[in-house]
């Protein structure tokens, strides 16, 4: 059997300067902030960073965005963490907005082997502007690609040594998705059980999803 | 009842028993506190629970049960969690009856914008677009006029658009409109409101119809 | 709350002659045989039937077909049953056949609000003539349309009396996605549970995209 | 060892350890029982399992525990039940380390034909297309010639190809051939075959390369 787990300065010591990270959370919740942490300290920079929101000012990804290591942003509610206003003003941060159910589906399409899709999320709009669209049953549908990564880190509640994953509640969220959607995958977590003690009908994310697992060290 | 519990009131007499409602933030979130008796609804929320409850008594906050605002809110007997693309699937795909939003324009059509704010950089939509173009009825619940008193109901929206679809109900604090095809409608005056202060505070042409 | 409890024969009676029907299953495990069964009986035509198979001989849809009230079938693999062949050859039955995942896919985009995609299953067969198709990041993708019908019929293991569901096994299958891509959904299951008395955190399909339960009469 | 459990044994030296695997019908079915030691791989079938285990004893039958050829299988420690919407954006999304198939026939470019016999009106594609498309590391493995010993390698196929992705390795009970961009590559002679009777029984162009 691989071996999956370990610890998150190896885990993210296999992230470089440049590569593109997903990172799971809504907001704070269901952020993986023990990895980001850790990408914090080990100083990785020139980061394009997809994920929903970018941290609140002096947590999570703002860390980074404040230490200037982060060059693009792509996602879909940056309001709430004013710093990233801050850097956009100031030429320092690249940012691509898109609704939030078309954010997650172009993740989803990333992972499921679709090249792109018709939404109508945003058909009429500015952020359509410069998109194709097309006209399906009577009504304007927008067309958007595929979102993968380098890698994605996210956060669970609970794993198996073989990577099978459960969230817990409304931290599942975006990390499920982003899981199917990274070259990379590293999972954070509260806890690691042995092979079978999870319930196959009760697994969200299937093991092949899931490169590395890393257990959290503070309390949950 | 203040005047933003009156809009909520009246908008809660929009639902009907078994309806999966979505609540923006403000006003929205007050509609949960008016049901008509025998109105059971189940609130969605985006970030991936159907079945939101209110928020938790202080030292009862469980920090993985938020809502779209990120503020701590509890579950309900019946609840399901369920990952980001699920919850937007819902939406786009129709399974939300109904989605109360708040608006900063809504034009003489009944589209609405509500997203990005005049002169700032736009950083955020969030779900707002989705919950428009997917929920199977909108309804926009706001102040009649913004603070300074200008209208926000105009001919054209000077806010970029939330979406190209037009919402089904607007309810201010002095009236209703009702979206159709040919533009807005106004079907009922609030308590103390008249017809003429609705004129002098809408900027867009609207048709009469009182009941 | 709403009563969505029902006796199978006043949901199947909610079935009009010429509807769409998206019927779960993979073969006939997790199928809707019960349903399958009523709808035999109550005598419904002119039916376009949307499932990955059409029964066999005898059993499940295969009936529906050799009773001559399936008019089109969309799916991805008749060949199991050669009544199918038969009824085709006879020109008595239209048949739009896909790749699976395709198949499931365009339910997906049907029940999510996408109006179509692009994948690269078909590129550059048989089953992509006449179909759109267009280069992203320099492979063949065809542009797939999303999928719905009236009703569907599915099989699910457990429901509260809200209509929340769990499934068993592999007789998931196609089960939840047809969940969320008709007008009506009217689920067979083996157990009906209080409200309450699911875990959240299991549930596969949300409520929201059940109308109709029918506790099953046979044993399970 | 027979024909089809010595093409099988050879496949199963392709594997790695923690590979997820679909295993066809046929042939690559046997591959599970050739691993080598130290090797754990997972079996993935399209219906909504990872982590297939072997046939069931008689009277342990779960008629909700079917493969992709609705055979009974048993479930494995650590296995996921899921829905084939999920199972398919594994493998269309290159999740499925390894694909191991059959083939009614390979070009010379390494594509394959399996899904259409000649003639039959067309009414089953399943997950054959999604597969050849989507697997990380597609193998083909096949008996070389028809039963009527008809060469099944051929520079153009007769049957309507399953994608316009090549294939990575042709395994018959004669030869390896390994897929390049430029054609097929005869890598390994099977034990007892020569070079001449893989050339007299090969339709399509190749080069030869053994070690």
Redesign the interface.
């Known amino acids: 059997?691989?071996q999956k787990i370990l610890s998150k300065s190896d885990a993210i010591a296999r992230i470089r300067d440049g590569m593109s990270i997903m990172v799971g959370g809504?907001?704070?919740?269901?952020a993986p902030l023990e990895l980001i942490d850790e990408l914090y300290r080990q100083g990785q920079k020139d980061l394009t960073v997809i994920s929903?929101n970018v941290g609140e000012p002096g947590k999570g990804l703002s860390r980074l965005l404040e230490a200037g290591r982060i060059r693009k942003a792509i996602g879909?509610?940056?309001?709430?963490n004013p710093v990233?206003?801050e850097h956009?003003?100031a030429g320092k941060l690249e940012?691509e907005?898109?609704?939030?159910?078309?954010f997650?589906?172009a993740?989803?399409?990333?992972?499921?082997?679709?090249?792109?899709?018709?939404?109508?999320?945003?058909?009429?709009?500015?952020?359509a502007e410069g998109k194709e669209t097309?006209v399906?049953?009577g009504?304007?549908?927008v067309l958007e690609?595929?979102l993968t990564a380098d890698v994605a880190l996210i956060r669970a509640h609970k794993a198996?040594r073989?990577g099978?994953l459960?969230?817990?509640?409304?931290?599942?969220?975006?990390?499920?998705?982003m899981a199917?959607?990274a070259k990379l995958v590293i999972a954070e977590v509260d806890e690691i059980v042995e092979?079978?003690q999870?319930?196959?009908?009760?697994?969200?994310t299937?093991?092949?999803?899931v490169d590395i697992i890393v257990q959290r060290e503070g309390a949950t | 009842m203040d005047r933003k519990h009156r809009i909520a009131a009246r908008a809660a007499q929009e639902l009907r028993d078994g309806d999966v409602v979505n609540l923006g933030v403000g006003i929205p979130t007050r509609v949960a506190d008016h049901l008509p008796p025998g109105v059971d609804v189940y609130l969605h929320t985006e970030n991936g629970l159907l079945g939101v409850g209110p928020a938790p008594k202080p030292g009862e906050v469980d920090p993985d049960v938020v809502n779209a605002s990120k503020l701590p809110v509890t579950q309900t007997p019946g609840c399901s969690f369920f990952a980001s693309d699920l919850s937007f699937s819902m939406i786009r795909g129709g399974h939300v009856d109904v989605a109360i939003l708040g608006a900063l324009q809504v034009d003489a059509q009944g589209r609405v914008a509500n997203w990005s704010v005049p002169g700032a950089t736009v950083l955020g939509v969030g779900g707002a677009m989705d919950l428009l173009v997917g929920a199977g009825r909108v309804i926009v619940t706001m102040s009649h006029t913004t603070r300074d008193g200008q209208p926000k109901i105009v001919q054209n929206a000077s806010l970029p658009l939330t979406a190209d679809r037009p919402v089904d109900l607007v309810i201010t604090e002095l009236a209703v409109f009702q979206v159709t095809e040919t533009g807005l409608v106004l079907t009922e005056l609030m308590p103390g409101a008249t017809l003429e202060e609705v004129r002098r505070r809408t900027a867009a042409e609207f048709r009469v119809q009182l009941a």
Request: aromatic fraction near 12%.
């Open positions: 059997m691989k809504f907001g704070l919740v269901g929903n879909s509610y940056f309001t709430s990233v206003g956009v003003l940012v907005l898109m609704p939030q159910g078309t997650v589906e993740i989803r399409a990333g992972g499921a082997g679709i090249g792109g899709f018709y939404t109508r999320a945003s058909a009429g709009t500015l952020l097309r399906i049953g009504q304007t549908y690609y595929a198996d073989l099978n459960v969230y817990r509640k409304t931290a599942r969220n975006f990390n499920p998705v199917t959607a092979v079978g999870m319930d196959p009908e009760v697994i969200v299937p093991h092949l999803y």
